[in-house]
């Protein structure tokens, strides 16, 4: 497996919250357990950060020197600006029920198109789309500290679909 761990620099961790370490855990435990999501590379760990202009992504392997990337905050802030838009109208408290399906169909088709965007920045990532998805989620963990925008009403599904 080329990407075995995926952590979050130091900094970051370390300013943390602990609701907002625990979704880091469960974001970076979700990519590492499907698809490789960098297949093409050895065995190493993704230390993932962030500063004010971009998103760092370090790929250290015991045995290599260290390999990063960079993704520039402008290439994915318009996508990510709209996601943590929809989140916050969806955690609103003047929300009618009858918005919030809609509401959260606008916020998948905005997380598709961020896997979509990723894959275009990253393209040594994973072909996987639900790989791409799942990277989109750390990216907009990293950038946001989504755990401060308020509670998500539960998904709402029509009853007849799932069958």
């Given at each position: 497996?080329?990407?075995h761990?995926?952590?979050?620099?130091?900094?970051?961790?370390?300013?943390?919250?602990p609701?907002?370490?625990?979704?880091?855990?469960?974001?970076t435990?979700?990519i590492?357990s499907?698809?490789?999501?960098?297949?093409?590379?050895?065995?190493?760990?993704?230390?993932?950060?962030?500063?004010?202009?971009d998103l760092?992504f370090?790929?250290?392997?015991?045995?290599?020197?260290?390999?990063?990337?960079?993704?520039?905050?402008?290439?994915v802030?318009?996508?990510?600006?709209?996601?943590?838009?929809?989140i916050?109208?969806?955690?609103g408290?003047d929300?009618y029920?009858?918005?919030?399906?809609?509401?959260?169909?606008?916020?998948?088709?905005?997380?598709?198109?961020?896997?979509?965007?990723?894959?275009?920045?990253?393209?040594?990532?994973s072909?996987?789309?639900?790989t791409r998805?799942?990277?989109?989620s750390?990216?907009?963990?990293?950038?946001v500290?989504?755990?401060?925008?308020?509670?998500?009403p539960?998904?709402?599904?029509?009853r007849?679909?799932?069958?």
């Amino acid at each position: 497996m080329p990407v075995h761990a995926i952590r979050i620099e130091e900094r970051l961790w370390s300013s943390a919250s602990p609701l907002r370490r625990q979704e880091w855990r469960t974001i970076t435990a979700d990519i590492v357990s499907g698809e490789p999501p960098w297949p093409s590379r050895e065995p190493c760990t993704l230390v993932a950060g962030c500063d004010d202009r971009d998103l760092h992504f370090v790929f250290t392997a015991s045995s290599l020197p260290v390999d990063a990337l960079a993704l520039a905050r402008a290439d994915v802030a318009p996508l990510v600006g709209e996601y943590v838009g929809l989140i916050r109208k969806l955690s609103g408290d003047d929300l009618y029920p009858a918005h919030i399906e809609p509401l959260d169909m606008a916020k998948r088709v905005l997380h598709d198109a961020g896997a979509g965007r990723i894959g275009a920045l990253l393209p040594d990532l994973s072909p996987s789309f639900e790989t791409r998805r799942r990277f989109f989620s750390l990216v907009v963990s990293l950038l946001v500290d989504t755990t401060r925008l308020g509670p998500l009403p539960a998904h709402q599904h029509d009853r007849r679909r799932a069958r």
